[in-house]
């Protein structure tokens, strides 16, 4: 069995997904995961497949003639090279008023502190009283075995201060998780 990794950009519609599911499905393929989503109306998103080996370029001739879902492409997905390193997933919130070079600064941090990002998702909105626009990050983030969690905060907190942002770590040590009521006494 390999695994490929798909990449899809297209005009989003309905039924897009259902032709790559399609696809995918006709050639034996089995869909383990994807992440996929709208943006200023295209749709992307990356789709993790299991397919026979006899059966990969078939696949991905097929998911490559989809030119109307618009996958943009096919790539085997190295299973070694996915395990990687022992590592303890923790949530990352980063929400404050909107300015350029948030997704810049927070990432190249977290970079200096050997953090990998599992996953990220950004948005902006209005403020609900102001009307400022706010920007708000949820992601997923890798902390190797061993890693220093003092000293990721402490770095956090020096950026935090220096963009006005509020940054918090959720390793789900120090209490409930966000949004969540604690119990009571």
Known sequence: MRKLVVSVIADERPGLVAELASAVAEHGGNWLESQMGRLAGKFAGAVLI????????????????LSEVGVVDVSAADSEAAAGPAVESVGL????????GIVREVTKALAAQGLSIEELHTSTSDAPMSGDRLFEAVAVV??????????VRSSLDELSAELKLDIQIDDGRDGPAWGEVPDEA
């Open 142 to 151: 890798g902390l190797a075995e061993g890693q220093d969690l003092a000293a």
């Open 50 to 65: 299991e397919v026979d080996s006899e059966r990969v370029q078939a696949l991905t001739t097929a998911l490559q003639g």
């Open 93 to 100: 919130l980063v929400v404050g008023h909107d300015q350029p």
